[in-house]
């Protein structure tokens, strides 16, 4: 399952990558957060869309994301 960067109000269209949370790896339950994200009008965690492995993530801290943007993968446990 993919994990994007969500619509966080008409005017944002991007967003910043802060951290992730937890490690390529990791066990991740579905409303875990999983990444911090920062716009000009706010910092967000990102939660996990579901129960899994987070398998890989697609962006690195610092980098800019674009809203729907696939930022990393959960797989089944």
Known sequence: MDITLPQLGND???AEIDSWLVDPGAHVT???A???ITTPKLVMEIESPAD???AECLVEPGDIAE???VLGRITPA
Do not use: F
């Open 12 to 14: 944002i269209t991007e």
């Open 30 to 32: 579905k409303g875990q």
């Open 34 to 36: 999983i990444l911090q």
């Open 52 to 54: 899994g492995v987070l």
């Open 67 to 69: 809203v729907g943007q």
